[in-house]
């Protein structure tokens, strides 16, 4: 099955400062990849997502870059605020297994005043 | 829409009780996913359904863990005997698979707000 790799778990950056989470999948069948950002208490909010037929999203200071020859996905935070500071998943779909997705383990990011 | 509703949003139980957990999805999602969260394990999928239908349930731990989707507006996860180890976040997540030209037959979850459960 399909296996993501989510790097770093914890990152610490400045309040301005840009925040790069990445991620890994196995299966080049992915075709599919959210990332969702959850908040203490809450359940996970999708944020951005990517299809593989894109290399690059961007939404406002969030942006999403695939590689699919090298088979890993990053998200960018730019300007970071305090009210960014959560816990960040990546997930990969891919069709062989309907919509189920894969999640990464998370990143804690702290956005520092 | 009011979005992936959940109940009860904690519950405290003792160990050996039997534990109920409640999931109305989106209107209109035909997919339907429980999950576990906990810090050891992070997101581990239980069981999904399509259509009603349970299509993988590789994820449920063990018999004690069961689910069920009557019908599209409602699902259960039930426990029994609750276990302490069985303390987590559960949540519940919704999805709808566009079909047609055009669609890549993948689309998001959303995800319900957790019911935290504690088992003594």
């Known amino acids: 099955g399909e296996n993501v790799e989510q790097h770093p778990s914890t990152l610490s950056v400045q309040e301005g400062d840009s925040a790069v989470i990445k991620c890994t999948y196995s299966?080049?069948?992915?075709?599919?990849f959210p990332w969702y950002k959850q908040e203490l208490g809450k359940g996970p909010q999708l944020i951005i997502d990517?299809?593989?037929?894109?290399g690059e999203k961007k939404d406002q200071r969030i942006a999403v870059t695939l590689n699919k020859t090298a088979k890993h996905f990053s998200l960018h935070i730019t300007e970071t605020q305090p009210e960014d500071s959560a816990v960040y998943f990546c997930?990969?779909?891919?069709?062989?297994?309907?919509?189920?997705?894969?999640f990464g383990t998370g990143t804690s990011l702290t956005v520092i005043p | 829409d009011a979005g992936v509703i959940q109940s009860p949003r904690h519950e405290v139980t003792e160990m050996g009780q039997e534990v109920t957990l409640r999931c109305k999805p989106i209107?209109?999602?035909?997919?339907l996913f429980w999950y576990r969260q906990t810090m050891m394990r992070g997101l581990e999928l239980l069981i999904y359904?399509?259509?009603?239908?349970?299509?993988?349930d590789s994820g449920m731990p063990e018999d004690r863990f069961s689910a069920k989707m009557p019908n599209a507006s409602f699902s259960t996860l039930k426990i029994q005997p609750s276990e302490p180890r069985d303390s987590a976040v559960y949540f519940c997540?919704?999805?709808?698979?566009?079909?047609?030209?055009?669609?890549?037959?993948?689309?998001?979850?959303?995800f319900g707000p957790g019911t935290r459960l504690l088992v003594l």
């Open positions: 997540a919704s999805s709808n698979i566009p079909l047609g030209p055009g669609t890549s037959g993948q689309e998001t979850q959303y």
């Open positions: 299966d080049s069948a992915s075709n599919y």
């Open positions: 990517i299809r593989s037929n894109v």
């Open positions: 997930a990969a779909s891919t069709p062989r297994t309907g919509n189920q997705f894969y």
């Open positions: 209107s209109g999602h035909d997919y």
């Open positions: 359904f399509n259509n009603n239908v349970p299509i993988d």
